[in-house]
């Protein structure tokens, strides 16, 4: 899937400008990291795994620190603030992991902006959807 595909994308790109090139004091190997799924609603089934159960499932495995990346949501809103922000802040410190955090969205950063508008200039150029 798109979101998966996103994430591999963004690990192999970390791994290979980042840490092999030594950027980061102290950090030689890639981060381990998993696609969890968030925001169920409803009675129907949803992506698995779901968040909350891979937090869990960390903790008992011993895991002290967790950084949480929202890939598939581009600016902060209830579902980043309040979801992530506090629940499974919660869910982290149940789970024994003492430093938890989450990146915010791009919401109104520069750099997110210009390669919207350069994204819609090239499918308009094309005339493509």
């Not at 009675?43 to 990346?69: C, F, H, R």
């Not at 390669?115 to 150029?125: F, M, N, Q, R, S």
Request: charged content about 20%.
């Amino acid at each position: 899937n798109e979101v998966a595909a996103s994430v591999k994308g963004i690990m192999d790109m970390f791994a290979a400008d980042f840490v092999a090139q030594g950027k980061l004091p102290g950090v030689t190997t890639p981060n381990r990291y998993v696609l969890a799924w968030q925001s169920k609603v409803g009675y129907l089934p949803w992506m698995t795994p779901d968040t909350a159960s891979v937090i869990e499932n960390l903790g008992k495995k011993g895991q002290k620190s967790l950084l949480v990346v929202p890939v598939a949501f581009t600016s902060d809103h209830i579902e980043t603030l309040y979801e992530i922000g506090m629940e499974y802040a919660e869910d982290a410190e149940k789970a024994g992991i003492t430093d938890f955090r989450f990146t915010e969205g791009l919401n109104g950063s520069e750099t997110f902006i210009n390669t919207l508008a350069d994204i819609v200039c090239e499918h308009l150029d094309a005339k493509e959807n």
